[in-house]
């Protein structure tokens, strides 16, 4: 698949998923802001993290301290690329990799650390 059809199919999914989240959390969940990209950019490597990592939240989490200085507003990051490459070009893995790397770093908006999130079936 093309980029284009990745992001389709991701926003298909991220959407399904928010339509199967608990009420209380749905509407916040739909404010977050889910950014497609194919890999990290330069500045995300540069801070560390791996050229293969699947997704990342940035920001202040919800309900969260701002951030000193110039705070990045909240969004979840998505690199499809990576998540098409770790899934090995099966569809089915990717689409069920997206909903999972969402509702991942979607866990960690609402400042859940990853105990947190593995409890919640997030993981």
């Not at 959407?15 to 889910?34: D, F, G, H, N, Y």
């Not at 194919?38 to 920001?59: H, Q, R, S, T, Y």
């Not at 090995?88 to 969402?102: F, K, M, N, S």
């Amino acid at each position: 698949m093309d980029f284009d059809e990745l992001t389709a199919v991701a926003r298909q999914i991220v959407t399904s998923a928010q339509r199967r989240l608990p009420v209380e959390l749905r509407a916040t969940a739909e404010a977050v802001p889910v950014c497609y990209e194919p890999f990290p950019n330069d500045d995300i490597l540069a801070e560390g993290w791996e050229p293969d990592i699947l997704g990342m939240f940035v920001g202040h989490p919800h309900l969260g301290d701002l951030a000193e200085g110039a705070p990045l507003p909240p969004q979840i990051l998505l690199f499809l690329e990576n998540i098409w490459d770790y899934a090995e070009g099966d569809p089915a893995i990717y689409r069920d990799e997206v909903r999972l790397t969402y509702l991942h770093e979607l866990g960690h908006y609402f400042g859940w650390d990853e105990d947190e999130i593995a409890a919640r079936g997030l993981e």
